[in-house]
């Protein structure tokens, strides 16, 4: 006579195999998703173009045509820091500036904090202590989030000067993923 044996629970071969396959499919899954990471990251960082690109064309609309300062304005004089009158922008419709209260000039703002104004950063109001106040909104988190790729990280990006003298390259710094060409945006000769 035979006894029945009642089996319980997995036999260790079969625990093996489970895991086998559980691994295989984990392995097969990883690369797709990866993928699916990165593809989410390129659309991103396409629509934060879209986003600058917009912003840029409302600056136009607003300020005859023209596009926000970038890159370096050359002056004639070594030294001198893009102002209203050096764009020959004396009523400053062309573009956005803020106050320099040390020098008593109306500088340009740079291209970051430009477009920040259209996309909704409130880069425009800056309070009493203006040059303070842009510094600290151009190195700002926010700012970052709009004018970086998600997938760069941080440390990787070497803040720049976007509006500079052409000469020393002093201007205000921004972490920005994004390179223009300051040809495309109108390259003036400062008076």
């Known amino acids: 006579m035979g006894t029945n044996r009642l089996r319980r629970g997995f036999t260790l071969v079969e625990l093996l195999v489970v895991i086998g396959v559980i691994a295989v499919l984990i392995a097969l899954l990883m690369p797709a998703l990866s993928a699916a990471r990165e593809h989410a990251n390129r659309v991103k ?35 001198v820091r ?9 009523e400053r419709r062309k573009y956005m500036y803020h106050y320099d209260r040390g020098n008593d000039l109306w500088r340009p703002l740079p291209l970051p904090a430009a477009l920040g104004h259209y996309m909704g950063l409130g880069a425009t109001d800056y309070g009493n202590n203006q040059d303070a106040a842009l510094a600290s909104l151009l190195r700002s988190d926010e700012m970052y989030r709009r004018v970086s790729c998600p997938g760069q990280p941080r440390e990787q990006i070497v803040p720049s000067a ?18 223009f060409n300051g040809s495309a945006l109108g390259l003036q000769i400062c008076s």
């Open 82 to 90: 893009p102002t209203s009158d050096g764009l020959r922008d004396h």
């Open 45 to 79: 960082c396409l629509a934060t173009l879209r986003s600058m690109a917009q912003a840029a064309q409302m600056h136009a609309v607003e300020h005859r045509g023209y596009m926000p300062v970038a890159g370096a304005q050359y002056p004639r004089e070594a030294g």
């Open 162 to 179: 976007t509006v500079t003298d052409g000469y020393s390259g002093q201007g205000p710094e921004v972490y920005m993923s994004y390179v």
